[in-house]
Structure formats: C-alpha cells, structure tokens
C-alpha cells in the first residue's frame, strides 16, 4: 500500500508542493458552488444542530469547498450529529433521575443505559467521519486546497462601487 500523500501545508512548507504534480488532477474551482444561503438546515433538527449547520455553512461557502454535491453528504453528516445531541440527552435525563442508585442495580437499567452509550459512540463515529471529509479537524483542514481570493484590480473595485 506504501506511505500516505503528505499534507498539502506540509508540502507547501517543504517547498515541494506542485499543482502540476502528473499523478494528481487538482480542481482550482467547485463546480455549482454553494453559497451560504443555499441549503438552510431542516425544522426536523435540534437548534443545536441548526447553529451548526449554519455556522459551517457559512464557513465552507467562504472557502468555496462545498458544491450542490456535497448537501447531501452534509446533510447525513448532521443528521449523525442531530441524533448524537438526542441520545446524548437521553442519557443525561437517565443520570438526572432521583432514584439513580435503585435503578442502577437493576441489571434492566444496566443493559438500556450500555445501550444507550453504544448507540451514542456509534452516531459520534459516523459525525467524525463525515466531519473529516469535510475538513472539520485541524489534520483534515490542513489537506484541503482552498483556491486563494485573487484582489480585485482598482478598476473592478471603482466599477463595483458604481453600481452600488
């Protein structure tokens, strides 16, 4: 299988970073890119989950990474997120009862909280995954190549304030 592709930052660093490398096609741009106001969350979610969606959203349409494509991967990726936040607070409500030490002996309580807390590593596993295609970790965010913002030239900047 051999040693995986370094960081494009990493490369960069190193001065051996190429985007005419002959093995590697790189797309400069996002085909159908999506702009902020495209995709609102959906009414079914938490207002945890629709904070975040927005907020990435908003994020990621200022890179410029995410196209018409992607929303449904986006969309499967806070839905894992949604239903962490759920049984996250089921949990809590478990913990929050006042007869905590009762119930706990009970091997019925024992099994539905394990339960419970398998199903939330599975759903936080699956938001990890999606979170990291889309570049939401530190390491991930390093390999993503964002096309840099070009400056408007002054005669662009000057027509521009004239149709303002």
Request: glycine share 4%; net charge positive.
């Amino acid at each position: 299988m051999g040693r995986s592709r370094k960081p494009a930052q990493e490369l960069k660093l190193a001065g051996t970073f190429d985007r005419g490398y002959p093995r590697k096609d790189w797309y400069t741009s996002t085909p159908f890119a999506v702009t902020g106001d495209e995709g609102a969350a959906d009414s079914k979610y938490l207002k945890r989950t629709q904070v975040a969606w927005h907020s990435f959203m908003k994020v990621k349409s200022v890179q410029g990474i995410l196209s018409e494509e992607d929303l449904c991967m986006v969309t499967l990726m806070f839905d894992a997120l949604d239903n962490l936040y759920r049984i996250q607070d089921q949990i809590d409500a478990f913990y929050k009862k006042p007869n905590l030490a009762a119930l706990l002996a009970d091997e019925d309580y024992r099994s539905q909280l394990k339960e419970m807390v398998q199903i939330r590593k599975n759903h936080e596993t699956s938001f990890a995954h999606f979170a990291c295609k889309f570049g939401m970790t530190p390491a991930e965010r390093s390999k993503l190549t964002v096309a840099d913002k070009k400056d408007e030239s002054p005669m662009l900047q000057l027509l521009n304030r004239a149709k303002a």
